[in-house]
């Protein structure tokens, strides 16, 4: 059983950075990708970005390519993503999923593990 543990969100102005961290619990064994997905009330869950866990594979979403960032620190059994360039529209909560398939999966249907997510707000 995999337990993820986000943490890093909160407010933050138009333009500014933040850097949420998902911690994994329950063994590296179980699972081969760790991503992120966000939620805003009423919306499906969007995919944000995601990793192998060698860390040699990232896939992300239209939306914040070339704005954040997604790595790992396998030592810790962390995975982290940077935010950069923030917009009022990536105010949402944030989820943390862990993932079994060897290929990385945008849809949410390919994620086993859910974290219970982490507010980010954007202020203008």
């Known amino acids: 059983q995999v337990q993820l543990v986000e943490s890093g969100g909160g407010l933050v102005q138009a333009g500014g950075s933040l850097r949420l961290s998902c911690l994994a619990n329950g063994g590296t064994a179980n699972f081969n990708a760790l991503g992120w997905f966000r939620q805003a009330p009423g919306k499906e869950r969007e995919f944000v970005a995601a990793i192998d866990w060698s860390g040699e594979h990232t896939k992300y979403g239209d939306s914040v390519k070339g704005r954040f960032a997604i790595s790992r620190d396998s030592a810790k059994n962390t995975v982290y993503l940077q935010m950069n360039s923030l917009k009022l529209e990536d105010t949402d909560v944030y989820y943390c999923?862990?993932?079994?398939?060897?290929?990385?999966?945008?849809?949410?249907?390919?994620?086993?593990?859910w974290g219970q997510g982490t507010q980010v707000t954007v202020s203008s």
């Open positions: 999923a862990a993932s079994h398939y060897a290929s990385i999966p945008s849809g949410v249907n390919g994620y086993e593990y």
